[in-house]
Each structure stands twice: as C-alpha cells, then as structure tokens.
DNA sequence: AATGAATGAGGGTTCATTCAT
DNA sequence: GATGAATGAACCCTCATTCAT
C-alpha cells in the first residue's frame, strides 16, 4: 500500500469512525449524510466518492466495526485472566467496542439487503464467533460451564446481554445490578445450591 | 362517557391500533402520518386533531401498549399454571402483546422526551411492574427463584429475554434453543447440580 | 363530477400547461420541478401530490398533449377548405398545438418507459390517427394523393414536416421556402410535369 | 507538428470520439464528464486541461462530427452510382456518420451559445453543404430535380429525413416504407404522372 | 501534463404539519 | 369535527468544476 492509497484508507477510516459514533448515538436513520459529513469534516460528495451511498456506508461501517470488535474480543480471550473474569469483561466492558453486533445495524442491514444479508453474517461469523467458542470451550473444560449446553444458547445469552448493558437507556439502571445479572448468568435464578 | 365521547373514544383507540401495527411491523422512523391515515383509514388532519403532533401519538401508542400488555399479563400471572411454565409462557409467547416494553418505543421516548420520559416510566413501573413483582415473589416462596436474588436484576432478564425471543431478526434462530435458554435462566451456564 | 373535483382537475391541467410550455421551450430534462412549480404558482410538493413523481407528470403531460392536438387537429380535417389548404395548415400553422408528438416526448418516454410506451403509443394511435388516415382518405378521393401510397408513409412525412417546421431553430429559415416545401410535399423533387 | 503535438492531437480525437457516442447513444445530457472521462479512460481533469468546460466539449464534438461527416458525404456524392442511389444512400445509409447535423447538438448548441452558433453555423456551411449543393445541382442538370426548386428547400428536406431515418425510435418502423419514401421524395405525394 | 480528491450548487422526493372549506 | 389541499424543511444523491500533488 503506498502513501497514497494509506491516506485514502485513513480518511475512510475517519469517515467511518464519525459514523460509527453517530449511528450509535442517535440510530442510523436519524443520521444525515450531512451530519457525517460535519462530523468528519468532509463535504457530502467526498462520503459519496468514498462509499457511493448511505446504503454502503452503512455496510461499510458496520465490517468496520464488527473487525475492531474481533481485535479487541481476541484481547480479551487471549489474555490470562480466570475464565469469569473474562466473561465479566465482555459483558459489562462498555468502553469496549460491542464485540457483537449492534442490533440496530444488524436488524437495518438485514431488512434493506436480503441478498448481502448472507454475506455479512458470514462476516460477522467468520470474524467474532470463533473467539465465543474458543472462550466457552474453555469455560466447559475448567467447570464454569455446563458441557450439555450449546454453544448457539450461550452465545444468544451473552450477545443479549452485552447489547442490553450497553444501551443508553439502560445502562445506568443495570450497574448496581452487576453482581446479581452475573450471577443469574453463572447460576440462573435459582440460584447456586 | 355519553355516546359522542365513546365514539371519539373507539376512532382514537383505531388509530392507536393502526399505529401499533405500523411501529411494530417497519418501527417507528419509518411510519409516516400518512401510512397511519391510510391504515385506519381517517384523514392525516384526524390524527392531529386527536393527538397534535406524531411525537404525542408515540406516547400514546406506548401507554395504550402498555396497557393491553399488563392485561395479557395479568392473565398469566394470576393463572394457575404451575411458575415454570409461566415463566415460559411469559419469554417465549410471541402472539401476545408484549408485556415489557417494545424497545424502539422506549429508547425513542426516552431519547426524545427527556421530561416526560419520567411519567412515562411511571407509568410502566404502575402499570406492569406489579405483576412482575408478584410473579416472582410466588417464584421465590416456591423455591424456584433464589430470595436473595434483586427483583431489579431478575426483571432486567426477563424484559431482556423477552425483547429479544421478540425480535423477528433472531426468533427464528432462538425456537431450537428454547430448552437450553430456559434451563439458562433457571440454572445458568453452569448448569443444574 | 363535483365542486371538488372539478376544481382538482383545473389545477391539474393548470400545472400541466405550465409543464408543457416549459418543456417545449426548454426541454424536458432542463425543467426541474421547481420551475414548473414557480411556473404554476403551486407548491413542489403540490405537483408531488397530484402526479407523484416528474415520470409520471411527463407521462401525463404528453397524454394532455396529445388530447389536445387531436380536438386541434379534428377541426382543421372536418373544416371546409380544399384539402391542398388543410394540408398546409397542419404543416405549417405553428400556433396550434402540435399534432404529432413532439420527438422528445416520444423518445424520453420510449426510453424510459419500454412497458408503458406500448400503452402511449396505444394512446396516440387511437387520438391521432384515425384523423391523419381520414384526411388522406380524402386527399387520395379527391385526386390529390397517389392511391398506391401507403397512408404509413404519408403520415411518416407529414409528422416530420410537422416536427421540423415546428421547431424553433429552423422555424424560421424555412418560413421563406413554404412554397417549395409544400410543393416538394405534393410534386416532390422532381416537380410537377 | 512535432510528436507532443501529435500525441496530445491524438488523444483529444480519442476524447472526442468517446463523448460522440455516448452523446449519439444517450443524448448530450445525460452524459456526465465522469462517464466520458470513464470511457476514454483519462482522468475528468484531463478533460477540462483538454477542452476547458463541458460546453466548449460539446463545442469542439461538434466540429468532429461535421468533419467526418463531410469527408463521408463527399465520398458518396463523388461516387459514380446513378443520382437517384446516391440520394438513397445519404438518406437511409445509417452506419454512415450523418452528414447533417444529429439534431439534439444543434439545438443544444444554437440554444446555449446564441453568439457562437453564427460560427457553428459557419462551419457547417463550409463544410457539408457545399456536397449538398454540388449533389443537387448534378440532379438538376439529369433532370432528377426540378430546377426551379431552391437549393436550400431541398436540403432541408434531405437533412430532415436523415435525421429521422436515423432516430432509434423510428428507424425500424421506416424501413418496410423506405421505397414510398423515396417515391415522395422524387414525386410528391401525387405521384408520377 | 496528468491525476485522485474534493466541493457548491442543484435535482427529485418525502415528511410532519397547517390552511381552507 | 373532518377532510382535501398545500407547504417548508430536510434528505439522498449527481454533476460540472476546481484543488493539490
């Protein structure tokens, strides 16, 4: 890659790290072109020279994100901390870019695509799934977690559970519950015996 | 209420119909006035005329939601199932209204409200929290709930749950996990002892 | 057809003319909505209402085009002059509106539409026509027409005299050569024996 | 000239034979300097460096046009076929680049420039019509074209049918009718006598 | 001389909302 | 009270043109 094209992919990178923080923050279809254009200091043309519509912007930010997801989630599951720890982590570390989709994105991309539909779950399973069943394999073999149980149903619950603690509106409600929405995770409602 | 109130009363419970519809089928960016019109068939200018602005007709969509909600709910819980299969019926019983909240509806109202976002969410803790409360007090002295566990924490699961089994995006994906998710909330990842 | 209706129609035909007039000096594609709108004295999306898109107003606008010249059109044949007269009237009298489709109109619709163009073409065939074929049936009675011609052919050359004559830069070179054109028309190049 | 010169001749007629055709096959506005910057594979700015601004293009297409054209017409009319092919072939040979002027050019450019177009107009003078004239002055003198007929009568009528001829649209429809058109053409809708 | 990048201006279209009847 | 008609503002997108290298 040479210096010019190294500009060109941090300035897109820059257009969509502005989207990015908007879609997050106030949902995609509230985001204007414009606005990422203001964010990002470009003009509106440029967005459109770089990624030719909304459409594909959106596609674009959304294997952006899911890629530094995957970076930071292998940190994660690579490290050498005790396995509830690490599940702790992944849960509740919010300044941690969302290893799993958000749902916003995933149910837009899904509705507007159909066909591009397969392939970014493809993305999304070739990028972020292996480190899930890396991490619950471990988790099975060193006792935290029920060897019955499919990995499919583990990932849904963790998945659901970071998509939750991680929106706004909720967020600030769950932290004093931390210790207790753990718990059920580890040992449901009933509780350990 | 004489017969002139009633009618106007039954043509603004229509239109909330409608409304309902449309925000749960596409959400609710994507709903004009105008599909609202159409479907309950009356004039844009009739749904200004009873509700004032489209944010108004939200709100009121919500509180009507909310309101159908605690009635289903009320029936499950005051029924005499044993509390598993309540539970059950309660997560996973897609045709009934939603009991907890839709979460477009909640992060819209909350984002765009601000002030009001307080009486709404006292409206809901009014309205739907009791019988979430009252569930899982008959959970806890029926042994199937631990009594130290928050009934914060446990609601969060059970709205979390519930949103997500809703959702069209994952519902399909979610009906062959459905053993291993309920064991999940009962006994957690580790599984019964 | 009531109030209402009526009045509806006349600001159709009102905004109609405006679309016709400004696509005959300028071209379609050179006519955004906003000048027909100002045109008019309407609003952009006033016109949106009634026509729903500009593909649909040009639709429309060649529809109110081709009624026209067909009422225009009929006039002239049933009219008492000698036909030699009736021909150069309809080749030459440039204030009617035209009888033939303007080519633009015929070619950006047939591009654009391919399915309906069949149903337009219908359309012109059904107005327009049968007038070109009667006044020919004349012209071939009365002697001033080969009757081995083809009235195809003969209508071929009278539109295209039409649509030359009729267009701005040429209109008035040609003014000066009436004569000979029209005798071309009835002799042709080799000219009276 | 030297061999910068030629190589910058060289792709400017290279420039210039792509707009032509996207010009012929799309109309002049419908194509974006993009696209005839895509085609002749150079950059857009190669294209202003070349020609300035898109209407200058247009301008310099134009006299490209006309050029080849003519050495085309002159090919024909210095042919030895009888007079009669030879009319035949300019009005219906369609491969052949159209000695007179595709009619959207000259409207666009008589519209746009108003100043300039007495010069285009010059050029065209100088170059086809001279052909036209020397053709029509050897059907006079063979007794193919009557002699009181002016010049410029005939022309425009040979021009007109060209132009028809060669429109997509009406092209196909014409061609089972070629031999009535040329028989109009020679005699007149009367016919022989 | 040639190019990739960037842009202001404008076009078609939609939407929540108001006006007039 | 209810409706059809109308609108300003905003949105996505395209284009001719210029800037910077």
Redesign the interface.
Known sequence: MNGFERRRELKKQHILQAAMELFSEL?I??VSIADIARKAQVSQVTIYNYFESKHNLIHDVFIYYVDQASNQFEGIVHSDQPFPEKVKMIIFNKKQVSSNIH?EF??YL?KEYTEEGNYIEKIYIEKALPYFIQLFDE?KKKG???Q???N???I??IQ??K??VQ?E??YE??LP?TE??T???????????
Request: net charge neutral; glycine share 10%; aromatic share 20%.
């Open positions: 949902g279809q509230k749902p995933y149910q899904m988790g935290y977690v029920d019955n149980l499919s499919e149903a583990i849904f619950y659901m559970l998509d939750y929106r509106d909720v409600k769950i519950l207790d929405i718990n059920i995770f580890f040992y449901g409602v009933m509780g350990k015996k």
